[in-house]
């Protein structure tokens, strides 16, 4: 009954859902929202998809939404509030064909990079997140859609839960590269091959491109047609700057999953509250 209350609380009044409480370790941190009661991830998940929306969405945006089960939610709380009429005059640009079709569900007004290049804020989820915000992402195959329109939003706001919070990238979720179909096992050795790889094996993704497990034996393929290689580490990434710039040099890859110097804002949920930590 509690969880149900505050779930309904965030509903309807967002701003006041929780109360700030600031403590020596969190202000290291940025500002935490303690929570009244133990939450499920997905209730988390859902928590800080509609925070961002409410703190960062205004009316009048072009808006950039994200893609997976986190980000499903950010896209669900634009479609709520401009069906309420709380905002107006918003288009989106997705980054995937599942986020496209969970905004036509919604009767979100979409455009393209190809008439909106430059986007008020965009919104999405990570795989990892180090602590200098720094991202691996594309765990659901979506890493050259999500890049191109991020890259060109003036504020990225990453929405996570707790276990998404790292040390250091690298062992903790493979880094996933999107790549042309011809020749993948020669790109697969060049990537290995990289300095700064530090000896990570490539595996072809297999299945759904929507995920990283082997769920099908055909070579899984992305919205752009492309094939998605991951690339396991058994080491924390010593240098994620380095190792992004030698992959935007190996002939063959269309994208990596490095997000570098990209964040404004991440926006993690854990069972103890909701915490904000500002670039």
Known sequence: MLRALLLLSLALFPATAFHTLRSAPQRAFGTSLKMATKLTQD?????????????????????????GSTAYFAVERVGQKLASGELTDIVAIPTSIRTK??????????????????????????????????LVKGGG???????????????????????????ALGPAFPLPIECLPFCIEHT?????????????????????SANNQV????IAISDNQCY??????????????????????VVGTVEHGLFVGM???????????????DA
């Open 43 to 67: 209730e988390l998940k859902k928590m800080v998809g509609y925070k961002a929306v409410d703190d960062h969405v205004k009316s009048g945006m072009v808006v950039g939404l994200g893609t």
């Open 101 to 134: 079709e969970q905004a036509e569900s919604l009767n979100i007004p979409l455009v393209t990079l190809d008439t909106h290049s430059r986007l008020d804020v965009a919104i999405d989820g990570a795989d990892l997140v180090d602590p200098a915000l720094n």
């Open 141 to 167: 195959g979506a890493l050259f859609r999500e890049k191109i329109v991020e890259a060109s939003a003036d504020k990225f706001i990453v929405i996570v839960d707790q276990s998404k919070i790292v040390d």
């Open 188 to 208: 697969m050795r060049n990537l290995e091959a990289l300095p700064a790889m530090q000896g990570a094996k490539a595996v072809l993704r297999r299945g759904s």
């Open 215 to 218: 769920d099908g034996e055909e």
């Open 228 to 249: 998605l290689v991951d690339m396991h580490f058994d080491e924390p990434i010593k240098d994620p700057v380095a190792l992004a710039d030698q992959i935007n040099k």
């Open 263 to 277: 964040t404004t804002s991440v926006i993690i949920a854990g069972e103890d509250g909701i915490t904000v930590k």
